[in-house]
């Protein structure tokens, strides 16, 4: 059985004046992909600041069972010596992919045209996310997959033997899906076309072209068409991980909310296909700067400057804006909750498939605390009570789910009364140093003993 072991009960206190600066730590997105394309290319590849958060840590022993020589070094450098593109060996045993639905997804994709056969798991919630999405489209290669009903792990993929390339228009606006096509899309030979109607993370197609792979990318009417040219020798690479911006914004949106405060969260990668949630509280009045822009490994980057934010007004989310800020509903639900008006969240379907269900478990959530939601399938609102207007008092259900998790301890410092989340444990998957940054720019998060 996967899962993280007896419930922490953690209480945020409302406290004052956050203030100092915190060093989050590797973006996850990029540090599953660091394993995974690493694991595909013939040598050594060396990463620096590799997120070593349970999620990552669990594609790293993947990327062993299939074959890799996976090395910690220790302070976030790592080593992996990979097996080549098609060269991934069969694991001997199921392979647990814990609570990491980027994770089980990329890794399904790498695996499904090479010969083998792989059986996949993970905990109860990512036992409850649909994988149809991914094999629906790796069956168009060759690769079969036998799973529960509903397309839900665990489930086994028996990789296609003489992969087909694929043209493929993703149906959902998801970098987990167009992922896991081009990394199938390595092992066919000939040209693998992805195409997606509303960008996402650009990640696997920037990596894969570091890596030497030959990828296209073209904005036509029909969306994104991204073209990879399959069979390629990966050449590894030596990679920095810059820092989450997903993770940045709990400490980000933790200042706007708490009087006094005044951080600062250095070197924060600003890839525009993630950043929607800066653009957003700006656009509230959110008192955050980027100071120090740069380039970084051809990313832009920049320290952010947050302030509490006494001013902000609730708005209307362009729907549009959705896939670069997916995973930053949760905690920007928080920050409308201390606005002044509504925020409405429009196109926000993919939320409901998330960790948890994250308009639910948010909803559920912010209700016990006092606050005033709407919610339809796809959208959902927050009625701002101001600046200090957030009774708190409540406790929310982590549901398995880091950022439901971190939201609510930020929603607990800026709320007139303590805000308890029944399970901090899942923080540990994403930001394992969430407690102890927190706690040294001022918050107060006491963990219960029951
Ligand atoms: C991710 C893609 C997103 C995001 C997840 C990380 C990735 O999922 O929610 O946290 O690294 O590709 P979807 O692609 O399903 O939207």
Redesign the pocket.
Known sequence: MSGHGPATPMTSHPVTGLKGTAEVPGD??IS?RSMILGALSVGETRIEGLLEGEDVLRTAAAMRAFGAEVTDHGGGSWSVHGVGTGGFAEPEDVVDCGNA??GVRLIMGAMATTPITATFTGDASLRSRPMGRITEPLSLFGTAAYGRAGGLLPMTLQGAASPVPVRYTTPV?????K?AVLLAGLNAPGETVVIEKEA??D?TERMLSGFGATVAVEETPEGRVITLTGQPELVPQDITVPRDPSSAAFLVCAALITEGSDILVPNIGLNPTRAGLFITLREMGADLTYENEREAGGEPVADLRARFSPDMKGINVPPERAPSM??EYPILSVVAAFAEGRTMMAGVK?LRV?ESDRIDAMARGLEANGVTVEEGEDWWAVTGMGPKGVPGGGTAAARLDHRIAMSFLCLGMGAQKPVKVDDAGPIATSFPIFERLMGDLGARLVRENH
């Open positions: 996850k997105s599953h639905g980027t606006p998801s970098a987990q899906v992922s996402t993370r990640h997916i995973d993919e998330k």
